[in-house]
């Protein structure tokens, strides 16, 4: 049974342009994932992983456009891959300053200004990091957004206006 259980993940990405099809990278292996978590410094949680597995990494459906996400970031087999997640960790942390505080993962429409995040400082009883929404353009200032990231993407699916609530 798995953590996206009942979670239709087709219609999450955007499978069919070419856009959508240069945003994701080929399968996801046990080496990718531990040399991402070496690099990064953070354990990769389990949903993400699963949903590694699902696709690795691609562009959201034009459909979902209520919401600020346009991507979810995969492991490229070049850790300097542009819009891979290890190069995009080092970019949003060491060049755009975001804080050291867990995985950035999705990105959005704003093109890094904002940025979705797996907050490492809260995580539940499975170890899964809540999901919160940073805005670099206001001294990094944090939202809560879901409990984690199957919660997430059932937020992005509805297609809905996110409800968010400030954190600091």
């Known amino acids: 049974m798995g953590l996206f259980d009942g979670i239709d993940l087709n219609k999450l990405f955007d499978t069919e342009s070419d856009y959508g099809k240069k945003h994701t990278f080929g399968p996801v292996t046990d080496e990718l994932i531990e040399r991402a978590e070496k690099t990064m410094g953070y354990r990769i949680p389990a949903s993400y992983r699963e949903l590694l597995e699902y696709r690795n990494g691609g562009a959201i459906s034009d459909e979902l456009d209520e919401s600020w ?99 600091n």
């Open 69 to 167: 996400l346009c991507e979810i970031y995969g492991i490229s087999p070049d850790p300097g891959s542009w819009n891979g997640l290890e190069a995009m960790f080092d970019n949003w942390k060491n060049e755009w300053e975001y804080p050291d505080i867990g995985i950035p993962f999705g990105e959005t429409a704003s093109a890094g200004h904002d940025m979705y995040y797996m907050d490492f400082r809260v995580v539940d009883e499975n170890g899964e990091p809540r999901i919160i929404r940073i805005d670099n353009e206001l001294d990094n200032e944090e939202h809560y957004v879901a409990d984690n990231l199957m919660d997430f993407i059932r937020l992005i699916l509805r297609n809905e206006e996110i409800k968010e609530k400030p954190l």
